[in-house]
């Protein structure tokens, strides 16, 4: 089987960390539990995708019920490193093309900073496309 490696870079410059009385350390416990981007009320909604990072090193992304990858994670300093198997539809269009078949196994690394009690954000690249997410903690339901 042919293994894809998604080689993130990112230069982040002028970051300082923050001192306020929000800030968090990333850890394994403080990643456990449901995630998504934007705002905290797209927990709510099915139609947006969510990920859960389980204790166990685990993780799922889900969108309308349906998983759209799933793998496991690690955390190494301020990373957060993923194995994962997803679907063809869950990549932008142009990586589609660059992969063909319904499922890929790849490496994602993804640069973790202004972590906060109940967000991060986060620069992770897939193939060479570079994206920026703001990660936000769903309330436990």
């Known amino acids: 089987m042919r293994r894809h490696r998604i080689l993130g870079v990112a230069a982040i410059a002028g970051l300082g960390l923050s001192t306020a009385a929000a800030a968090a350390d990333l850890t394994p416990a403080y990643l456990d539990g449901r995630w998504t981007t934007g705002a905290v ?22 969108h309308n019920g349906a998983a759209l990858a799933v793998g496991f994670w690690r955390i190494d300093e301020d990373r957060i490193d993923m194995q994962i198997l997803t679907t063809e539809a869950s990549l932008p269009q142009a990586i589609q093309e660059q992969l063909p078949g319904d499922y890929h196994a790849l490496a994602v690394r993804g640069l973790v900073f202004d972590v906060t009690d109940n967000s ?22």
Not at 120 to 141: N, T, Y
């Open 41 to 62: 009320e797209n927990c709510t909604r099915a139609d947006h995708e969510q990920t859960v990072f389980r204790a166990d090193g685990t993780f799922a992304t889900e």
């Open 120 to 141: 991060f954000r986060l620069v992770q690249g897939i193939e060479g496309d570079l994206r920026g997410l703001d990660m936000v903690r769903c309330p436990a339901s």
